[in-house]
Protein backbone atom coordinates (compact mmCIF):
# COMPACT_ATOMS: atom_id res chain seq x y z
CA UNK A 1 0.00 0.00 0.00
CA UNK A 2 1.44 3.57 -1.11
CA UNK A 3 0.86 6.48 0.85
CA UNK A 4 -2.38 7.86 -1.74
CA UNK A 5 -3.54 4.55 -0.70
CA UNK A 6 -3.11 4.84 3.41
CA UNK A 7 -4.25 8.23 3.13
CA UNK A 8 -7.02 7.07 0.81
CA UNK A 9 -8.23 4.64 3.52
CA UNK A 10 -7.07 6.93 6.61
CA UNK A 11 -9.17 9.73 5.76
CA UNK A 12 -12.30 7.69 4.41
CA UNK A 13 -12.78 9.59 1.08
CA UNK A 14 -15.12 7.92 -1.05
CA UNK A 15 -16.04 8.77 -4.71
CA UNK A 16 -15.50 10.69 -6.34
CA UNK A 17 -13.11 12.22 -3.76
CA UNK A 18 -9.32 10.43 -3.88
CA UNK A 19 -5.83 11.36 -2.63
CA UNK A 20 -3.86 12.58 -5.10
CA UNK A 21 -0.42 13.62 -3.85
CA UNK A 22 1.13 13.53 -0.27
CA UNK A 23 4.01 15.76 0.25
CA UNK A 24 5.75 14.84 3.64
CA UNK A 25 8.19 17.32 4.80
CA UNK A 26 10.17 15.67 7.09
CA UNK A 27 12.35 18.63 9.20
CA UNK A 28 8.98 20.65 9.65
CA UNK A 29 6.94 17.21 11.17
CA UNK A 30 4.34 18.38 7.88
CA UNK A 31 2.47 16.39 5.55
CA UNK A 32 0.40 17.81 3.30
CA UNK A 33 -2.30 15.39 1.42
CA UNK A 34 -3.60 17.05 -2.07
CA UNK A 35 -6.91 15.95 -2.79
CA UNK A 36 -9.15 15.91 -5.70
CA UNK A 37 -11.86 14.38 -7.76
CA UNK A 38 -12.29 11.90 -10.46
CA UNK A 39 -13.44 13.70 -13.85
CA UNK A 40 -16.47 14.01 -15.22
CA UNK A 41 -18.10 13.62 -11.61
CA UNK A 42 -21.27 15.45 -10.90
CA UNK A 43 -22.43 17.62 -7.23
CA UNK A 44 -24.99 18.77 -5.95
CA UNK A 45 -26.09 21.95 -5.50
CA UNK A 46 -26.10 22.48 -1.41
CA UNK A 47 -29.72 24.63 -1.82
CA UNK A 48 -31.63 22.38 -3.37
CA UNK A 49 -29.29 18.77 -3.81
CA UNK A 50 -29.51 18.73 -7.37
CA UNK A 51 -26.70 17.28 -9.14
CA UNK A 52 -25.02 19.09 -11.98
CA UNK A 53 -21.73 18.68 -13.57
CA UNK A 54 -19.06 20.74 -12.37
CA UNK A 55 -18.90 24.84 -13.50
CA UNK A 56 -15.64 25.06 -12.19
CA UNK A 57 -13.44 25.00 -9.14
CA UNK A 58 -13.08 27.70 -6.40
CA UNK A 59 -8.93 28.30 -5.55
CA UNK A 60 -7.34 25.87 -3.38
CA UNK A 61 -8.28 25.84 0.20
CA UNK A 62 -6.50 24.08 3.10
CA UNK A 63 -7.84 21.89 6.10
CA UNK A 64 -5.42 21.54 9.64
CA UNK A 65 -6.59 17.67 10.10
CA UNK A 66 -5.57 15.06 12.72
CA UNK A 67 -1.95 14.80 12.72
CA UNK A 68 -0.22 11.21 11.34
CA UNK A 69 1.96 10.44 14.40
CA UNK A 70 3.39 13.72 14.92
CA UNK A 71 3.46 15.07 11.69
CA UNK A 72 1.17 17.96 11.76
CA UNK A 73 -1.15 17.23 8.59
CA UNK A 74 -2.97 19.37 6.56
CA UNK A 75 -5.83 18.64 3.66
CA UNK A 76 -5.78 20.73 0.48
CA UNK A 77 -8.26 20.79 -2.54
CA UNK A 78 -10.12 23.53 -4.45
CA UNK A 79 -14.19 23.07 -4.09
CA UNK A 80 -15.74 22.22 -7.17
CA UNK A 81 -18.71 24.47 -8.18
CA UNK A 82 -21.52 23.70 -9.67
CA UNK A 83 -24.16 26.47 -11.54
CA UNK A 84 -28.01 25.58 -10.64
CA UNK A 85 -30.50 27.13 -12.78
CA UNK A 86 -32.53 27.90 -9.33
CA UNK A 87 -29.61 28.88 -6.93
CA UNK A 88 -26.90 30.43 -9.15
CA UNK A 89 -23.55 29.50 -9.19
CA UNK A 90 -22.97 27.38 -5.71
CA UNK A 91 -19.75 25.60 -3.90
CA UNK A 92 -20.57 22.17 -3.47
CA UNK A 93 -20.44 20.52 0.02
CA UNK A 94 -16.76 18.71 0.89
CA UNK A 95 -17.27 15.81 2.93
CA UNK A 96 -14.40 16.31 5.32
CA UNK A 97 -14.96 20.22 6.46
CA UNK A 98 -17.84 22.38 7.37
CA UNK A 99 -19.15 25.02 5.31
CA UNK A 100 -16.28 27.78 6.22
CA UNK A 101 -14.76 25.22 8.77
CA UNK A 102 -10.61 25.83 8.68
CA UNK A 103 -10.62 21.79 10.37
CA UNK A 104 -11.38 18.89 9.23
CA UNK A 105 -14.51 17.17 11.25
CA UNK A 106 -12.83 14.85 12.62
CA UNK A 107 -9.68 17.40 13.48
CA UNK A 108 -12.80 19.61 15.21
CA UNK A 109 -14.47 16.87 16.92
CA UNK A 110 -11.19 15.71 18.85
CA UNK A 111 -10.10 19.50 19.30
CA UNK A 112 -13.88 19.72 21.02
CA UNK A 113 -12.96 16.81 22.93
CA UNK A 114 -9.95 18.15 24.76
CA UNK A 115 -11.18 21.56 25.12
CA UNK A 116 -14.14 19.92 27.20
CA UNK A 117 -11.21 18.14 29.21
CA UNK A 118 -9.16 21.31 30.04
CA UNK A 119 -9.22 25.33 29.65
CA UNK A 120 -8.85 27.10 26.26
CA UNK A 121 -5.30 28.06 27.24
CA UNK A 122 -4.21 24.16 27.96
CA UNK A 123 -6.28 22.89 25.18
CA UNK A 124 -4.46 25.72 22.24
CA UNK A 125 -1.19 24.15 23.03
CA UNK A 126 -1.92 20.91 23.16
CA UNK A 127 -3.70 21.05 19.81
CA UNK A 128 -0.55 23.59 18.51
CA UNK A 129 -2.82 26.23 17.27
CA UNK A 130 -3.73 29.64 18.95
CA UNK A 131 -5.77 30.99 21.69
CA UNK A 132 -8.13 32.35 19.21
CA UNK A 133 -8.14 29.07 17.42
CA UNK A 134 -9.18 26.89 20.05
CA UNK A 135 -12.01 29.73 20.36
CA UNK A 136 -13.18 29.83 17.51
CA UNK A 137 -14.13 25.74 17.56
CA UNK A 138 -16.00 26.42 20.57
CA UNK A 139 -18.22 29.10 19.36
CA UNK A 140 -18.44 27.20 16.24
CA UNK A 141 -19.72 24.16 18.32
CA UNK A 142 -21.87 26.19 20.76
CA UNK A 143 -23.60 27.25 17.34
CA UNK A 144 -24.23 24.09 16.02
CA UNK A 145 -25.34 22.53 19.02
CA UNK A 146 -28.05 25.70 19.87
CA UNK A 147 -28.91 25.39 16.29
CA UNK A 148 -30.33 21.81 16.38
CA UNK A 149 -31.39 21.64 20.16
CA UNK A 150 -34.88 20.96 20.44
CA UNK A 151 -36.73 23.07 22.09
CA UNK A 152 -38.86 21.77 24.37
CA UNK A 153 -39.87 23.95 27.46
CA UNK A 154 -38.41 22.13 30.77
CA UNK A 155 -40.81 20.80 33.83
CA UNK A 156 -38.75 22.27 36.31
CA UNK A 157 -36.30 24.99 36.14
CA UNK A 158 -33.68 27.11 38.39
CA UNK A 159 -33.23 30.88 37.93
CA UNK A 160 -30.39 32.36 39.10
CA UNK A 161 -27.96 35.55 39.24
CA UNK A 162 -23.82 35.27 38.36
CA UNK A 163 -21.96 37.93 38.83
CA UNK A 164 -19.14 38.13 36.23
CA UNK A 165 -15.98 40.37 36.43
CA UNK A 166 -15.26 40.55 39.86
CA UNK A 167 -19.04 41.41 41.03
CA UNK A 168 -19.95 44.51 38.72
CA UNK A 169 -22.04 42.56 35.90
CA UNK A 170 -24.57 40.39 36.19
CA UNK A 171 -25.88 37.47 34.24
CA UNK A 172 -29.09 35.35 34.86
CA UNK A 173 -29.06 31.99 34.18
CA UNK A 174 -32.03 29.17 33.67
CA UNK A 175 -31.26 25.84 34.00
CA UNK A 176 -33.03 22.81 33.38
CA UNK A 177 -33.22 20.90 37.06
CA UNK A 178 -33.95 17.81 35.65
CA UNK A 179 -31.49 17.60 33.11
CA UNK A 180 -28.91 19.78 35.01
CA UNK A 181 -27.96 21.96 31.79
CA UNK A 182 -27.71 25.88 31.25
CA UNK A 183 -30.57 26.39 28.83
CA UNK A 184 -30.60 30.49 28.43
CA UNK A 185 -28.06 33.19 29.35
CA UNK A 186 -29.57 36.11 29.71
CA UNK A 187 -28.00 40.05 29.92
CA UNK A 188 -28.16 41.92 33.26
CA UNK A 189 -30.76 40.73 36.55
CA UNK A 190 -33.65 42.61 34.72
CA UNK A 191 -37.42 41.43 34.57
CA UNK A 192 -36.13 41.69 30.46
CA UNK A 193 -33.42 39.25 31.17
CA UNK A 194 -35.53 36.37 32.06
CA UNK A 195 -38.82 37.38 30.39
CA UNK A 196 -37.04 37.01 26.82
CA UNK A 197 -36.14 33.28 28.18
CA UNK A 198 -40.11 33.03 28.60
CA UNK A 199 -40.73 34.66 25.58
CA UNK A 200 -38.93 32.07 23.13
CA UNK A 201 -41.62 30.06 23.85
CA UNK A 202 -45.78 29.90 22.83
CA UNK A 203 -47.52 30.89 25.87
CA UNK A 204 -49.23 27.64 25.31
CA UNK A 205 -45.85 26.09 25.42
CA UNK A 206 -45.03 27.51 28.63
CA UNK A 207 -48.14 26.06 30.33
CA UNK A 208 -45.42 22.72 30.13
CA UNK A 209 -43.52 24.18 33.29
CA UNK A 210 -44.34 22.99 36.46
CA UNK A 211 -42.04 24.46 38.96
CA UNK A 212 -39.74 27.63 39.13
CA UNK A 213 -37.13 27.51 41.80
CA UNK A 214 -35.73 31.48 42.33
CA UNK A 215 -34.37 34.30 44.75
CA UNK A 216 -36.92 36.63 45.93
CA UNK A 217 -36.17 39.13 43.57
CA UNK A 218 -38.86 41.28 42.47
CA UNK A 219 -37.51 41.69 38.84
CA UNK A 220 -37.86 37.83 38.08
CA UNK A 221 -40.90 37.14 40.27
CA UNK A 222 -42.19 40.27 38.07
CA UNK A 223 -41.09 38.72 34.91
CA UNK A 224 -42.84 34.86 36.41
CA UNK A 225 -46.35 36.26 36.55
CA UNK A 226 -45.88 38.14 33.47
CA UNK A 227 -45.24 35.15 31.27
CA UNK A 228 -45.87 31.90 33.36
CA UNK A 229 -49.38 30.59 33.53
CA UNK A 230 -50.42 29.85 37.21
CA UNK A 231 -47.04 31.26 38.27
CA UNK A 232 -47.93 31.86 41.64
CA UNK A 233 -48.30 27.89 41.95
CA UNK A 234 -45.26 27.64 40.56
CA UNK A 235 -42.64 30.00 42.21
CA UNK A 236 -40.56 28.39 45.02
CA UNK A 237 -37.92 30.55 46.71
CA UNK A 238 -34.74 28.71 46.74
CA UNK A 239 -34.13 27.77 50.58
CA UNK A 240 -30.49 28.60 49.87
CA UNK A 241 -30.82 32.22 48.52
CA UNK A 242 -32.95 32.09 51.70
CA UNK A 243 -30.56 31.03 53.98
CA UNK A 244 -28.19 33.25 52.21
CA UNK A 245 -30.26 36.43 53.42
CA UNK A 246 -30.16 34.83 56.87
CA UNK A 247 -26.68 33.80 56.96
CA UNK A 248 -25.83 37.51 55.92
CA UNK A 249 -27.66 38.85 58.42
CA UNK A 250 -25.98 37.54 60.87
CA UNK A 251 -23.02 38.85 59.85
CA UNK A 252 -24.03 42.18 60.39
CA UNK A 253 -25.24 41.51 63.69
CA UNK A 254 -21.60 40.08 64.32
CA UNK A 255 -19.99 42.98 62.84
CA UNK A 256 -22.17 45.86 65.23
CA UNK A 257 -21.04 43.51 68.14
CA UNK A 258 -17.77 43.22 67.31
CA UNK A 259 -17.13 47.05 66.94
CA UNK A 260 -19.20 47.80 69.89
CA UNK A 261 -17.01 45.63 71.73
CA UNK A 262 -13.55 46.75 70.67
CA UNK A 263 -14.83 50.14 71.82
CA UNK A 264 -14.29 48.65 75.27
CA UNK A 265 -11.01 46.80 74.29
CA UNK A 266 -13.35 43.07 74.54
CA UNK A 267 -11.56 41.04 71.73
CA UNK A 268 -13.95 38.26 72.35
CA UNK A 269 -15.38 38.34 68.10
CA UNK A 270 -12.04 38.89 66.68
CA UNK A 271 -11.23 36.72 63.73
CA UNK A 272 -14.77 34.71 64.16
CA UNK A 273 -16.29 36.36 61.44
CA UNK A 274 -16.46 32.56 59.25
CA UNK A 275 -17.39 30.23 62.40
CA UNK A 276 -20.61 32.42 62.41
CA UNK A 277 -21.29 31.37 58.78
CA UNK A 278 -21.11 27.63 59.03
CA UNK A 279 -23.40 25.14 59.28
CA UNK A 280 -23.19 23.90 63.45
CA UNK A 281 -21.93 20.87 61.42
CA UNK A 282 -19.25 22.04 58.97
CA UNK A 283 -17.51 24.40 61.77
CA UNK A 284 -13.45 23.36 61.49
CA UNK A 285 -12.09 20.49 63.98
CA UNK A 286 -9.54 23.22 64.85
CA UNK A 287 -12.13 25.92 65.56
CA UNK A 288 -14.25 23.61 67.50
CA UNK A 289 -13.79 24.43 70.96
CA UNK A 290 -13.09 27.80 70.45
CA UNK A 291 -16.68 28.51 68.63
CA UNK A 292 -18.26 26.43 71.52
CA UNK A 293 -17.26 28.51 74.24
CA UNK A 294 -18.34 31.64 71.91
CA UNK A 295 -21.98 30.43 70.96
CA UNK A 296 -23.07 29.78 74.88
CA UNK A 297 -20.90 33.29 75.56
CA UNK A 298 -23.63 35.86 76.39
CA UNK A 299 -23.25 37.79 72.66
CA UNK A 300 -26.12 38.97 70.60
CA UNK A 301 -24.52 36.89 67.37
CA UNK A 302 -24.87 33.57 69.34
CA UNK A 303 -28.16 34.09 69.45
CA UNK A 304 -28.33 34.97 65.88
CA UNK A 305 -26.57 32.37 64.89
CA UNK A 306 -29.11 29.72 67.13
CA UNK A 307 -31.79 31.57 64.97
CA UNK A 308 -30.14 31.14 61.74
CA UNK A 309 -29.08 27.37 62.83
CA UNK A 310 -32.59 26.72 64.09
CA UNK A 311 -34.47 28.16 60.97
CA UNK A 312 -32.45 25.66 58.45
CA UNK A 313 -35.41 22.58 60.05
CA UNK A 314 -38.11 24.50 58.08
CA UNK A 315 -37.48 22.45 54.84
CA UNK A 316 -37.33 19.01 57.09
CA UNK A 317 -40.88 18.49 57.56
CA UNK A 318 -42.79 16.48 55.62
CA UNK A 319 -46.04 18.07 55.52
CA UNK A 320 -46.74 22.64 54.55
CA UNK A 321 -48.99 22.31 58.01
CA UNK A 322 -46.43 21.55 60.15
CA UNK A 323 -43.79 23.51 58.42
CA UNK A 324 -46.19 26.37 59.07
CA UNK A 325 -46.88 26.21 62.31
CA UNK A 326 -42.43 25.87 63.04
CA UNK A 327 -42.21 29.07 60.90
CA UNK A 328 -45.42 30.81 62.97
CA UNK A 329 -42.82 29.86 66.26
CA UNK A 330 -39.37 30.75 64.54
CA UNK A 331 -40.83 34.23 63.01
CA UNK A 332 -42.33 35.38 66.61
CA UNK A 333 -38.64 34.50 68.28
CA UNK A 334 -36.74 36.37 65.81
CA UNK A 335 -39.12 39.51 65.47
CA UNK A 336 -38.69 39.85 69.57
CA UNK A 337 -35.28 38.99 69.55
CA UNK A 338 -34.44 42.78 69.72
CA UNK A 339 -32.09 42.19 66.52
CA UNK A 340 -32.94 44.57 64.13
CA UNK A 341 -30.72 42.65 61.27
CA UNK A 342 -33.08 39.60 62.27
CA UNK A 343 -36.24 40.96 62.35
CA UNK A 344 -35.62 42.57 58.89
CA UNK A 345 -34.85 38.90 57.72
CA UNK A 346 -37.79 37.57 59.58
CA UNK A 347 -40.12 40.06 57.91
CA UNK A 348 -38.72 39.82 54.32
CA UNK A 349 -39.59 36.11 54.77
CA UNK A 350 -42.76 36.84 56.04
CA UNK A 351 -43.60 38.85 52.85
CA UNK A 352 -42.68 36.17 50.78
CA UNK A 353 -44.45 33.43 53.10
CA UNK A 354 -46.78 31.53 50.45
CA UNK A 355 -43.54 31.20 47.53
CA UNK A 356 -41.22 29.66 50.44
CA UNK A 357 -43.93 26.82 51.19
CA UNK A 358 -44.64 25.84 48.17
CA UNK A 359 -41.89 24.11 48.51
CA UNK A 360 -44.09 21.24 50.32
CA UNK A 361 -45.71 21.07 47.30
CA UNK A 362 -42.47 20.60 44.49
CA UNK A 363 -39.49 19.65 46.32
CA UNK A 364 -37.06 21.81 44.41
CA UNK A 365 -34.20 24.24 45.40
CA UNK A 366 -31.65 25.77 42.96
CA UNK A 367 -29.02 22.99 44.70
CA UNK A 368 -30.29 20.14 42.38
CA UNK A 369 -27.92 21.03 39.57
CA UNK A 370 -24.99 21.02 42.32
CA UNK A 371 -22.21 19.71 39.43
CA UNK A 372 -23.51 22.51 37.28
CA UNK A 373 -22.99 24.67 39.72
CA UNK A 374 -19.43 23.52 40.32
CA UNK A 375 -18.95 23.80 36.33
CA UNK A 376 -20.16 27.56 36.37
CA UNK A 377 -18.47 28.83 39.20
CA UNK A 378 -15.18 27.06 37.96
CA UNK A 379 -15.77 29.13 34.23
CA UNK A 380 -16.77 32.26 36.91
CA UNK A 381 -13.88 32.10 38.21
CA UNK A 382 -11.85 31.81 34.64
CA UNK A 383 -14.26 34.87 33.57
CA UNK A 384 -11.69 37.19 33.72
CA UNK A 385 -9.70 35.89 31.01
CA UNK A 386 -12.71 36.46 29.04
CA UNK A 387 -12.75 39.48 27.18
CA UNK A 388 -16.60 40.04 27.51
CA UNK A 389 -19.92 38.43 28.82
CA UNK A 390 -20.51 37.43 25.48
CA UNK A 391 -17.63 34.81 25.71
CA UNK A 392 -18.68 33.75 29.39
CA UNK A 393 -21.90 33.16 28.02
CA UNK A 394 -20.13 30.88 25.18
CA UNK A 395 -18.20 28.59 27.55
CA UNK A 396 -20.90 28.27 29.88
CA UNK A 397 -23.08 26.52 27.15
CA UNK A 398 -20.26 24.73 25.75
CA UNK A 399 -19.59 23.02 29.22
CA UNK A 400 -23.06 23.44 31.01
CA UNK A 401 -25.64 23.48 27.57
CA UNK A 402 -25.86 19.82 27.42
CA UNK A 403 -25.34 20.49 23.72
CA UNK A 404 -24.22 18.29 21.15
CA UNK A 405 -21.16 19.89 20.54
CA UNK A 406 -19.76 17.70 17.44
CA UNK A 407 -20.15 17.84 13.62
CA UNK A 408 -21.66 15.10 11.87
CA UNK A 409 -19.77 12.46 11.54
CA UNK A 410 -17.51 12.25 8.91
CA UNK A 411 -19.22 11.14 6.00
CA UNK A 412 -18.42 7.92 4.09
CA UNK A 413 -21.54 7.72 1.67
CA UNK A 414 -21.51 9.31 -1.77
CA UNK A 415 -20.90 12.87 -2.40
CA UNK A 416 -22.74 14.70 -5.39
ZN1 LIG B 1 -30.03 24.46 -6.39
Known amino acids: MDSIDLYRQLLGLAEPWTVQRVEMDIPRLRVDVHLGHAPGARFACPACGCEFSVYDHAAERSWRHLDSCQFQTVLHARAPRVSCPEHGVRQAELPWAEPGGRFTRLFEALAIDVLLATDVKKAATILGMTWDEAWHIMERAVLRGRRTKPSAMPSMIGVDEKAIAKGHRYMTLVCDLEQATVEYIGQDRKQASLEAYFEAFEPEARQALQAI ?81 LKNAQLKTARAWALKESLRELWNYSREGWARRFWQRWYFWATHSRLAPMIDAAKMIARHLPNVLTYFSHRISNAVAEGLNSKIATIQKRACGYRNAENFKIAVYFHCGGLDLWPHRWTHSKVG
Open 213 to 293: SLDMWPPYINACRDKVPGADQKMVFDRFHIMRHVVDAVDTVRKREHKALLDTGDTTLTKSKYLWLYSAENVPEKSRERFNV
